[in-house]
């Protein structure tokens, strides 16, 4: 897999930031900075070639937006997923959460079109809305599903919250061969990982889960301390959260790890690489 140029993936997060500062200081469901943030992901995926749709829904009386990006080729009946919640809480612009892993997945994503990926595999990217209100998003695409199309999907890799500013390397255990394809980059590396267990149930691998589907995903941590422990071998800082701004205002552009957003961009493109075969 290629290396993801973290420099884009921070630009992506710099214009994300832009988007919210213009648009009243958030990108939450039902207001204008949500549509604005799909709509910047959706044009560049479709200036590089990607089948783009946009799902709206309603939930709680307001619209939200669902981006579903296709790349052409692949098998119809084996597909990969790879998402992130695009929406944020209303209390801020959701650069760590979850700028981190729209951007993550959008720089993989227009790394495919630029490798001219040709894999077994059918690939499939998405940027939720509403996760912040219940996972609304994510559950109204797999309840969308026609009949027979669940089984059709081998797998979601979720990223939400992939650049803590004190950032763990957690990998998602809930299916041994997604968790081994991350662990696998990460030890290459030698960089420690935990399982991760403060997501279960808590993000949009949760609507896929509960459809049958395997999942895997990355994660840096929210509002946990850093155990003394963790710091030894992660750096940081013992006795702080991962995310000291999580859902807060000051989840802004300078509550990011560039270190843990390149990892996890560069494990994220390894994984999409390695299991669309
Ligand atoms: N989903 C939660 C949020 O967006 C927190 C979380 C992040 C849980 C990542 C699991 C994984 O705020
Ligand atoms: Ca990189
Ligand atoms: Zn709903
Ligand atoms: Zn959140
Ligand atoms: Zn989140």
Same mark, same amino acid.
């Given at each position: 897999a290629p290396d993801i140029?973290?420099?884009?993936? !921070?630009?992506?997060?710099?214009?994300?930031?832009?988007?919210?500062?213009?648009?009243?200081?958030?990108?939450?469901?039902?207001?204008?900075?949500?549509?604005?943030?799909?709509?910047?992901?959706?044009?560049?995926?479709?200036?590089?070639?990607?089948?783009?749709?946009?799902?709206?829904?309603?939930?709680?009386?307001? @619209?939200?937006?669902?981006?579903?990006?296709?790349?052409?080729?692949?098998?119809?009946?084996?597909?990969?997923?790879?998402?992130?919640?695009?929406?944020?809480?209303s209390d801020g612009s959701?650069?760590?959460?979850?700028?981190?892993?729209?951007?993550?997945?959008?720089?993989?994503?227009?790394?495919?079109?630029?490798?001219?990926?040709?894999?077994?595999?059918?690939?499939?990217?998405?940027?939720?809305?509403?996760?912040? !209100?219940?996972?609304?998003?994510?559950?109204?695409? !797999?309840?969308?599903?026609?009949?027979?199309?669940?089984?059709?999907?081998?797998?979601?890799?979720?990223?939400?919250?992939?650049?803590?500013?004190?950032?763990?390397?957690?990998?998602?255990?809930?299916?041994?061969?997604?968790?081994?394809?991350?662990?696998?980059?990460?030890?290459?590396?030698?960089?420690?990982?935990?399982?991760?267990?403060? @997501?279960?149930?808590?993000?949009?691998?949760?609507?896929?889960?509960?459809?049958?589907?395997?999942?895997?995903?990355?994660?840096?941590?929210?509002?946990?301390?850093?155990?003394?422990?963790?710091?030894?071998?992660?750096?940081? @800082?013992?006795?702080?959260?991962?995310?000291?701004?999580?859902?807060?205002?000051?989840?802004?552009?300078?509550?990011?790890?560039?270190?843990?957003?390149?990892?996890?961009?560069?494990?994220?493109?390894?994984?999409?690489?390695?299991?669309?075969?």
């Open positions: 140029p973290v420099g884009a993936v !921070v630009q992506d997060l710099k214009d994300l930031q832009q988007i919210s500062d213009d648009n009243g200081g958030n990108r939450a469901h039902g207001q204008p900075g949500h549509k604005a943030s799909v709509d910047y992901v959706k044009a560049k995926l479709d200036a590089a070639g990607f089948e783009t749709s946009l799902q709206e829904f309603t939930h709680g009386g307001a @619209t939200g937006y669902n981006l579903i990006a296709d790349w052409p080729g692949g098998d119809p009946n084996q597909v990969l997923m790879a998402g992130a919640h695009i929406d944020s809480v959701g650069i760590s959460d979850n700028g981190s892993g729209s951007a993550g997945v959008l720089e993989v994503a227009l790394a495919v079109a630029e490798a001219d990926l040709k894999p077994t595999k059918h690939l499939r990217f998405a940027w939720w809305g509403a996760e912040e !209100v219940g996972l609304a998003g994510s559950r109204h695409y !797999v309840d969308g599903l026609a009949a027979g199309q669940a089984e059709t999907i081998d797998g979601y890799l979720n990223a939400d919250m992939i650049a803590s500013p004190n950032p763990g390397y957690f990998v998602y255990d809930s299916d041994p061969a997604l968790e081994k394809v991350f662990t696998d980059w990460f030890s290459a590396k030698s960089i420690p990982t935990e399982a991760s267990t403060e @997501t279960n149930g808590r993000s949009d691998h949760a609507s896929f889960q509960n459809a049958g589907i395997p999942v895997g995903g990355l994660f840096t941590g929210a509002g946990a301390t850093k155990t003394q422990e963790q710091a030894d071998k992660w750096g940081g @800082t013992a006795g702080e959260s991962f995310d000291p701004c999580y859902h807060a205002s000051c989840d802004d552009l300078t509550n990011i790890s560039e270190e843990a957003l390149d990892r996890n961009a560069d494990a994220l493109a390894h994984a999409v690489w390695e299991l669309s075969g």
